[in-house]
């Protein structure tokens, strides 16, 4: 349950070994720990991950479930059986499955959700294709998404999650058409446009604690300035809700900001 949540929000803990996580459920050691930006599944906030990309955003779940067959095998010894610990581990895929699901049907404002490539497991790996090659912001579409009118689609709500405008135009055509196709469905659900939304904007956070953030807060502090720090914080205690003044903490992450260090990736040991 807790990776499919940091992948609904598109948190990556950046170097989730085995000695990095607990039977209780609970992870630690966040040095290099980073928010997507734009949606790559590929993107990892570890400098030290850089080659292999094992602790990558997109394969979370697995790493998770790879660390608990560590343990698996670690306590067999102890259980003398494996069944129950095979149990265990499809329990762990089941449920994180399941989870992961239920958050991506609120995501994208669904009644219900239909499994299969031809379903909506399909609809949504093709979404994941468009926006990384898109260069698309993924906190912006996701939180954009709501205001899209499933009748008649439209880019014109997302203009802000786009970073590249030669890369937004190579996915243009195909996007407009997912959109088209996930207005149709939505229609088709019948759920009242306003509960519709709201469960969407729930789903969808409007401030997550980005990078560059963080680093900005970081450099007041430095200077004996908590004020940055503080109001940060403040905004991030209310994630969901529009906050009158405070647009400048839901903006995509600035250029200056790609690649310094803070902003971009840390080393395991920051």
């Known amino acids: 349950v807790l990776v499919a949540r940091w992948m609904r929000v598109g948190f ?19 040095g290099p720990y980073g928010w997507v ?3 790559d599944p590929d993107w990892t ?16 779940p697995y790493i998770a479930h790879w660390n608990l067959w560590q343990l698996a095998n670690a306590i067999h010894p102890v259980v003398r059986e494996e069944a129950p610990l095979e149990r265990a581990l499809a329990a762990y895929a089941d449920i994180h499955d399941a989870e992961y699901r239920r958050m991506m049907q609120a995501k994208l404002g669904l ?3 239909q499994k299969g490539e031809r379903g909506d497991d399909g609809v949504l790996a ?22 899209v009118d499933p009748a008649a689609p439209s880019l014109a709500p997302l203009d802000d999650a786009f ?23 939505v229609l088709a659900d019948g759920l009242p446009a306003a509960q519709r939304r709201a469960a969407m904007l729930r789903a969808n956070p409007l401030y997550v604690p980005r990078n560059y953030l963080a680093q900005q807060a970081i450099d007041a502090a430095e ?15 209310r994630p969901y809700d529009e906050q009158p003044g405070r647009a400048r903490f839901a903006a995509r992450r600035p250029d200056w900001a790609r690649n310094r260090p803070g902003c971009s990736m840390l080393s395991c040991s920051s």
Not at 126 to 147: N, P, Q, Y
Not at 163 to 185: M, N, T
């Open 163 to 185: 970073y590249d405008p030669a890369r937004r135009a190579a996915v243009e055509i195909e996007l407009l058409g997912w959109l088209r196709e996930h207005g149709a469905r």
């Open 223 to 237: 200077q004996g300035d908590l004020s940055e720090l503080e109001t940060l914080l403040e905004v991030l205690r």
């Open 126 to 147: 093709r979404l994941h294709k468009l926006l990384a090659a898109g260069e698309v912001d993924m906190t912006i579409f996701f939180r954009r998404l709501a205001d």
């Open 37 to 39: 930006d734009d949606f």
């Open 111 to 113: 009644a219900q959700w």
């Open 12 to 30: 990556v803990h950046g170097v989730m070994n085995t000695d990095n996580m607990s039977i209780l459920g609970l992870t630690i050691d966040y």
């Open 45 to 60: 906030p570890n400098t030290t991950d850089a080659g292999g990309r094992r602790y990558r955003f997109g394969n979370q």
